[in-house]
């Protein structure tokens, strides 16, 4: 079977076509143990390339096969300083972060709204997995489905790929946003001997190593908003008042919260020109309750009318305040600008027409402003995290407007001071800090 590598022959021969003179874009797909388990998790028991439309596999640890030291491979495929055209870039990091990577599905879901999916099984795929979907499945099934998958795959992702229209890497998607979601991902959560009475695993195997579990940020929604749902857990969904935050424990000193105060009404002020001077809530309450004394009750119902405001639509009776009549002034040349030139863009997200034929103006600001929130976010991230890279401290866990970090003591409360600064450029931060996620205050 020539699209086995198996000899230093057929290596060599390999070696040949990758060399960068050669023009042909090379794809490349890891086959993990189980297609289910977690990419910082994974056995990768082969690796399929596609040059020029023709398909390879090099084995490294599958029982049908002459299989090759990873380390080596990996280093064979570091040397031949190729770019590699993959499906999921941020995958691909987790597995092997020392290659250079192209996210196609960042491009096809850019130009296409393509999302892509793993249902190119063979019957011998659907079967096994049938029957043995906890276990390293991928092992059992012959190699040469394998291949037949891959090439399966391969067909459909460069058929959509070549017809995208624009297949230029992103700078922020490919060189910002997928690397600083892996590398948030890679600071697995410790939890405690409460888990198991919160939360049932598909398999524990698929995300947890040792008291360590792993999340999966999915970028590719229709605001941007990165979703962090992986084996059963839906980690930006973590409930407050059932106890199943007092699972997470950190591995330094303390779980240590950032999160903008009035974050949308801010970033909204931002865009429209409009700044608040005071706090966000107590001062749009003075407008719904036309007082200058407010009560918690009103205070609380003001974030509750705000939100309604903003995602919902806003009333007639408050455009007299220039940050609601500014809004509305936005929003209306936005909606404009969308149905004359069939679509609007942030700095980094394009949203299209032909994408969303049935949107309306209102709902077409909410994206517009999760949009902006997300790469504002994503751009605060990097920094912090590159703040952070030679420190204990570490970012656990982003959920849109809030950051939290495990905090080591012994590196001071400057460092806290330092990514505050970070974080408040704009717009100001509250700081919470407890045990376990459940006692931050």
Request: proline share 4%.
């Amino acid at each position: 079977m020539f699209y086995l590598i198996e000899t230093e022959n057929q290596l060599n021969t390999l070696t040949a076509v990758m060399s960068p003179s050669y023009t042909h874009r090379v794809y490349l797909e890891y086959i993990q143990g189980n297609d289910n388990t977690h990419p910082a998790l994974a056995e990768v028991i082969a690796i399929y390339l596609n040059i020029g439309n023709q398909g390879y596999i090099i084995p490294l640890n599958h029982p049908e096969c002459i299989n090759w030291d990873k380390d080596k491979i990996f280093n064979w495929l570091k040397l031949s300083s190729r770019k590699f055209y993959v499906r999921d870039k941020k995958a691909a990091l987790h597995i092997n972060p020392q290659l250079s990577y192209t996210d196609i599905q960042h491009c096809l879901f850019r130009n296409k709204n393509i999302l892509l999916t793993d249902t190119h099984n063979t019957q011998a795929h659907a079967w096994y997995y049938r029957k043995f979907p906890q276990i390293k499945v991928n092992k059992m099934i012959p190699i040469g489905k394998h291949h037949e998958r891959c090439e399966s795959k391969h067909r459909e992702v460069i058929q959509d790929f070549t017809t995208a229209g624009d297949r230029s890497s992103s700078e922020y998607f490919d060189d910002i946003l997928l690397p600083s979601l892996y590398r948030l991902e890679q600071n697995a959560l410790r939890f405690n001997s409460m888990f198991d009475e919160y939360f049932t695993l598909k398999n524990k195997k698929f995300s947890i190593k040792d008291d360590h579990i792993y999340g999966w940020y999915n970028p590719y929604t229709t605001t941007g908003r990165p979703v962090n749902n992986f084996n059963g857990i839906n980690f930006v969904g973590l409930k407050h008042d059932n106890g199943e935050r007092n699972c997470f424990e950190p591995d330094n000193d303390l779980f240590v919260e950032m999160d903008y105060d009035g974050y949308h009404p801010r970033l909204i002020g931002d865009i429209v020109d409009y700044q608040f001077k005071d706090n966000v809530h107590n001062t749009l309450a003075e407008i719904y309750f036309k007082s200058k004394e407010i009560t918690p009750a009103q205070y609380k119902e003001s974030k509750t009318l705000t939100f309604k405001q903003i995602y919902g639509g806003i009333d007639k009776a408050n455009l007299h305040h220039p940050f609601f009549k500014k809004t509305q002034d936005f929003i209306d040349v936005l909606w404009k600008g969308f149905n004359k030139d069939g679509y609007i863009s942030t700095k980094h997200y394009t949203i299209k027409k032909e994408h969303h034929p049935k949107i309306h103006a209102q709902k077409l600001f909410n994206y517009y402003i999760q949009a902006t929130e997300t790469e504002t976010n994503i751009l605060k991230i990097k920094e912090i995290q590159e703040y952070l890279k030679d420190k204990k401290t570490k970012l656990v866990l982003y959920i849109y407007d809030a950051f939290v970090f495990d905090y080591a003591k012994a590196e001071g409360d400057q460092l806290l001071t330092d990514i505050q600064d970070i974080l408040s450029e704009k717009f100001p931060v509250k700081v919470k800090m407890g045990g376990h996620y459940g006692a931050l205050q």
